[in-house]
């Protein structure tokens, strides 16, 4: 399988998705995109505490609801994935770049946190 490239529309549009999330109040503690074992496009991971972390389906509601309000057309809405806040995955990723000063850019690959493996990433925010 081709290893599918991230492209700087793709960067851009995440950028804007975690901008609504941001002036929606649901600030997201971890937002990357990643290239994940078992699928074939990148996902915008996204945990923030102020998302429902007691049910996925309003979770994805909020989250969708916040890009809709900021005005991004569905066909520039990027594959979301989302994760909850105390799942090993992001735990990890807090854990080691929390105290980091700028995530931005920074670039994650063929490493495990937690749980997850990640063959890529781009990442927005890590805190």
């Known amino acids: 399988m081709d290893k599918s490239a991230l492209v700087s529309f793709e960067i851009e549009n995440g950028k804007e998705v975690v901008d609504a ?8 503690q ?4 990643a290239k994940l074992p078992g699928y074939e496009d990148w996902r915008l991971v996204i945990a923030s505490d102020k998302l429902d972390q ?3 389906l309003n979770a994805y509601e909020q989250v969708f609801s916040a890009i809709r309000r900021a005005g991004i057309p569905s066909h520039r809405k990027p594959i979301i994935y989302l994760e909850p806040i105390d799942a ?9 770049f929390a105290k980091t000063a700028d995530t931005f850019g920074m670039r994650l690959g063929n ?3 937690g749980d997850q493996y990640i063959e890529d990433a ?3 925010r890590i805190c």
């Open 21 to 28: 999330l941001d002036n929606a109040g649901q600030t997201p």
């Open 30 to 33: 971890v937002a990357l995109w």
């Open 54 to 56: 007691t049910s996925q």
């Open 88 to 96: 090993p995955f992001i735990q990890a990723l807090r854990r080691i």
């Open 111 to 113: 490493q495990t946190f």
């Open 122 to 124: 781009f990442v927005y």
